[in-house]
C-alpha cells in the first residue's frame, strides 16, 4: 500500500504530525526505532527531568526547612521529622511517568488508526522508506509524503570523552545511581541548569562553567542576571566567561579546591573523578574537581543513517540542520522536515505545531508556524519563562519600546506560597503599546507566560493586558501590574508616573 503520510520519528514533531494527518483522513504510518514511543522529550528529556526537577524541589523545600536561610516550614506549621533520600523509588516514579506518557502516544496511534513500525528508518528513494527492523528483518514502505522527525541527540565537546571517566550526556544525568559529591555542568542553557539544580537539590556541589558572559545566553540579561542570582543564593555556583579545556584524572592524593575557594567533598577515588582545567578571559586558569561532569553545550540534529546525503537533501553547513522551505519541504520533492532537524529552537512545542502545520499543508489547508511568539522556559525554581523580543534585542533593532516591570514580592500570592523572588517585565512598542516580549523570572512563570503569548499572538498591548480582569489572589497579577507599569500606573508599588 501506498501511505499519504509516513513518519520517521516518533517525538513530539513526529508523533503530532502522525495524529494531526490521521484526523484529517490521511492513511498515516510512523516509523520508530526505539521501543517507546515519544522521542527524546518524553523519553530523556522535557518529561523525566521535570519529574525529577518536582522530586528533588520537594525534596530541597524539606531539607531546607531546617537550614539557616531555607524556606521555614515551621512557620507555616508543618514540623519535620527525620529526612531521607532514596534515589532508587525517586527514579522509579520518574520512569513510571515516562511509562505513562509514552504508551499513552501508542494508544493515540491505534485509536486514530496510524500504522507503527518499529525499526531504523532510511529514504532509498523518492516516496519510498526501507525499515529494518530490531532483527535486522527488512522492508521497503511506500508514502506520497515522508516527513523526517528524527529529532537531535547531544552534542558533545571533542576534549572529552562521553561515557567514561565520569563524563555524562542529559541522558546519563536523568538516570545516575547516586548523587555525585561533586558535579561540573559545562553549559548553562536550560539543560545545564535544571539537571545541575536537581543533583544539586540532591546534595551535590554543583558548579556551572559557561563560556559566555551571562547564564541562558540570548535570554533578556536583567532576567538571566535576576536569575543567576536566585540560584547562587540556593547554592549553585555559576561561573561565567570561563572556557573549559581539557581534564586529568584526580589522583587520590588531590586535594583540591573549588573556584570559590571551597574544598571538595571528595572529587577523587569515588567513581574515577577528574580535575577539569578552564580557563577565563585574563587568562587565569582554574581547576575544577568534579566527580561527574554534565557536558550540555547543545544539541544537534540527527540524520545518521538516514540517507539523505545519498539523495541529495541539502543540509546547512556547520549546523547540520536539513533546509527546507515555508511549506516544510526539503530539497527533495515529497520528503518533508520538521522539528529539532531543522532551524529554529530546539524545542518540543515548536516541533508539534511543525508536525500540525506540516499535516495541514498536505492535507490542502494553510498549515503555519508563528515563530514570532514561541515562549521558552527554564525549569527550574523560580522558572524562568520569555517570549517575544528582549530589550537587548530591541536595542540593537532600533525599536523604541515601553517597560514594565512587576516584582512578586508585591504579589499577595506569592508571598503566601513564600515564592516571592523575582519579576515580570513586558516590552511594548512605544508608539503602538502592542506587546514586544515579556520575561518572567518567578514561580510558575511556565504557566503564566501562556497568557503573553496568547496576548501576541492576538497583536495585543499592554492596555489589553491591564484592562482584563485577573482573580485575585492569583500570580498571574503580576503581569497585569507590570503591564499597568508599561504606562507607570501600577497599583501596588510606588512610583505612579506623573502625567
Ligand atoms: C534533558 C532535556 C530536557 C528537555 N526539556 C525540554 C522542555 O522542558 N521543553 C521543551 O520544549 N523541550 C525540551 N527539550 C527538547 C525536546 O526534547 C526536543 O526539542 C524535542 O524532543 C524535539 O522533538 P522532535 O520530534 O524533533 O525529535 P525527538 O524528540 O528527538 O524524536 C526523534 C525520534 O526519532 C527517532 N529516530 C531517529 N532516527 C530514526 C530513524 N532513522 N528511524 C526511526 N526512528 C528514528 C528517535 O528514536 C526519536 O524517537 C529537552 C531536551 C532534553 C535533552
Not at 559557561?210 to 535576576?226: C, K, T, V
Not at 499572538?457 to 499597568?484: K, N
Request: hydrophobic share 40%.
Amino acid at each position: 500500500m501506498e501511505y499519504d503520510f509516513l513518519v520517521i520519528g516518533s517525538g513530539p514533531g513526529g508523533y503530532v504530525a502522525a495524529i494531526r494527518a490521521a484526523q484529517l483522513g490521511l492513511s498515516t504510518a510512523v516509523v520508530e526505532k526505539n521501543e517507546r514511543f515519544g522521542g527524546t522529550c518524553l523519553n530523556i528529556g522535557c518529561i523525566p527531568s521535570k519529574a525529577l526537577l518536582d522530586s528533588s524541589e520537594l525534596y530541597a523545600r524539606l531539607r531546607a526547612s531546617g537550614e539557616a536561610g531555607g524556606q521555614d516550614l515551621e512557620s507555616h506549621g508543618i514540623v519535620v521529622g527525620k529526612l531521607d533520600l532514596n534515589l532508587k523509588t525517586m527514579m522509579v516514579r520518574k520512569q513510571k511517568v515516562v511509562e505513562r506518557l509514552t504508551s499513552g502516544v501508542g494508544q493515540l496511534f491505534k485509536g486514530n488508526g496510524v500504522q507503527t513500525f518499529n525499526g531504523v528508518g532510511r529514504l532509498v528513494a523518492t516516496g519510498k522508506v526501507e525499515v529494518t527492523g530490531t532483527e535486522g528483518k527488512r522492508q521497503t514502505l511506500e508514502a506520497r509524503n515522508i516527513v523526517l522527525a528524527t529529532g537531535s541527540v547531544p552534542a558533545d565537546l571533542p576534549i572529552f570523552p562521553t561515557g567514561k571517566d565520569g563524563f555524562l550526556t542529559s541522558t546519563e544525568a536523568l538516570s545516575l545511581k547516586r548523587v555525585p559529591a561533586r558535579m561540573v555542568v559545562i553549559g548553562a542553557g536550560a539543560i545545564g541548569l535544571e539537571l545541575g539544580s536537581v543533583w544539586a537539590r540532591l546534595g551535590a556541589e554543583v558548579t556551572v562553567i559557561e563560556l559566555l558572559d551571562q547564564i541562558l545566553p540570548g535570554m533578556d540579561s536583567e532576567i538571566s542576571r535576576r536569575a543567576r542570582s536566585i540560584l547562587a543564593k540556593q547554592g549553585l555556583e555559576i561561573v561565567t566567561g570561563v572556557r573549559v579545556l581539557g581534564y586529568e584524572k584526580a589522583g587520590k592524593s588531590a586535594s583540591e579546591k573549588s573556584t570559590t575557594g571551597k574544598a571538595s567533598k571528595s572529587a577523587t577515588g569515588r567513581t574515577g573523578g577528574v580535575i577539569l582545567t578552564a580557563e577565563d578571559k585574563d587568562g587565569n586558569k582554574q581547576r575544577l574537581p568534579a566527580d561527574a561532569v554534565l557536558v550540555a553545550v547543545g544539541r544537534r540534529p540527527y540524520t545518521e543513517g538516514l540517507g539523505l546525503a545519498e539523495l541529495g537533501v541539502k543540509i546547512q553547513e556547520g549546523s547540520g540542520r536539513v533546509v527546507v522551505d515555508e511549506q516544510y519541504q526539503t530539497s527533495l520533492a515529497g520528503v518533508y522536515a520538521i522539528g529539532d532537524l531543522i532551524p529554529g529552537p530546539m524545542l518540543a512545542h515548536k516541533a508539534e505545531e511543525e508536525g500540525i502545520a506540516v499535516a495541514e499543508i498536505l492535507a490542502g489547508m494553510p498549515g503555519e508556524v508563528n515563530y514570532d511568539t514561541i515562549p521558552s522556559v527554564v525549569y527550574t525554581w523560580p522558572e524562568v519563562a520569555s517570549v517575544g523580543k528582549s530589550e537587548e534585542q530591541l536595542k540593537q533593532e532600533g525599536v523604541a519600546y515601553n517597560k514594565g516591570s512587576f516584582p512578586f514580592r508585591a504579589n499577595g500570592r506569592a508571598l503566601s506560597m513564600a515564592s516571592e523572588d523575582g519579576l515580570v517585565k513586558i516590552l511594548a512598542d512605544r508608539s503602538s503599546d502592542r506587546v514586544l516580549g515579556v520575561h518572567i523570572v518567578g514561580p510558575w512563570a511556565s504557566d503564566l507566560i501562556a497568557e503573553a503569548v496568547t496576548v501576541m499572538e492576538f497583536g495585543g498591548s499592554a492596555e489589553d493586558i491591564a484592562r482584563t480582569v485577573h482573580a485575585h489572589p492569583t500570580l498571574s497579577e503580576a503581569l497585569r501590574e507590570a503591564a499597568l507599569a508599561v504606562d507607570g500606573r501600577a497599583i501596588h508599588v510606588l512610583g505612579r508616573k506623573k502625567d
